[in-house]
Structure formats: C-alpha cells, structure tokens
C-alpha cells in the first residue's frame, strides 16, 4: 500500500504529464529500439539490443511508480486550508534564531520539492518541523550539526 500524498493541481497535473509522455512517447520508442535490433541478428552479442531492453525495463519500473504515485494522490483545495499554523503548500517566512537570518519556503509533497525556487518537502527536516506551528513559536530542526530553531514570522497560502 503506498502512502497518500497530497498534490496541487499544478503538481498533480505534471505528474500526469510525465506519465502520459512515458506511456505514450519513451515506451513506443523504446519498443522500436528493441525491434530495430533484433532485426540485426545473434542477440548474444547485439550490444543494441541489450541496452535496448535494459532501457524498457527501467521505463516500465519508473512507469509503474508514477502510476502508483498518481494513485495514490489526492488534490488540496486550497481555499479550504487554516492560515493559523504551517500546512502543507503554506508559504512560510522563518528565521533562524541563532544567526537571526530569515528564510521563505513553501512546504510542497515530495515530488514538487525544488530547494532552489523555495519549495520544500513537508517530509524535509525543516518542512517536518514546521507543521504544525503558529506565528510566534520556535520550531526545532534535527540537523546533522545539531538543533537548529526557527522563529515562525509569517504564514501565508500563495
């Protein structure tokens, strides 16, 4: 049984996305590459088609885990979320009480995370930490260095 996740419908439709192109664009693709090199002859030493078929079974495995993801997804309404306290796809303004530098992060599921534009996995150190707190608290963070606290300035639904 896999876990639910929770998705925006920005999020869950690249998902689907990325599942329609696997489908329906790599897997013809691939099959092709199979049948081009099997039509080349001894398959014992057809290099071709043994990465050809290594291929197909990595895409077949990566499709099965995207087929169960999506299954297993299920879409926030986000008109319907408390601002009062840190939720998932909360835009969190925090900042570290030890060297007083603030931070912005919104908390996303696992596949939306991208550090880089400030979204962060609600599974994360960081985003398990913040849940669940209100403006005001500190939210301790387990890090390999330590505990780390995080003052909760501003919570806001973007």
């Not at 993801?69 to 900042?95: C, F, G, H, P």
Request: aromatic share 6%; charged share 30%; no cysteine.
């Amino acid at each position: 049984m896999s876990k639910v996740s929770y998705y925006t419908a920005e999020g869950l439709k690249k998902l689907k996305d990325e599942l329609e192109q696997l489908e329906h664009v790599e897997r013809p693709r691939v099959t092709n590459a199979i049948a081009e090199a099997r039509d080349k002859g001894d398959l014992s030493e057809n290099a071709e088609y043994h990465a050809a078929k290594e291929e197909q079974s990595l895409l077949e495995y990566k499709i099965a885990q995207l087929k169960n993801v999506v299954a297993s997804a299920r879409l926030i309404d986000e008109s319907q979320l408390d601002t009062s306290k840190v939720l998932a796809l909360s835009t969190v303004k925090i900042k570290n009480t030890t060297n007083k530098m603030e931070f912005t992060y919104t908390l996303v599921a696992d596949s939306e995370a991208d550090f880089k534009t400030g979204k962060i996995s609600v599974n994360s150190p960081i985003g398990k930490g913040l849940l669940g707190k209100q403006v005001g608290e500190i939210a301790e963070v387990q890090a390999p260095n330590g505990v780390m606290k995080f003052e909760i300035l501003e919570i806001s639904r973007d």
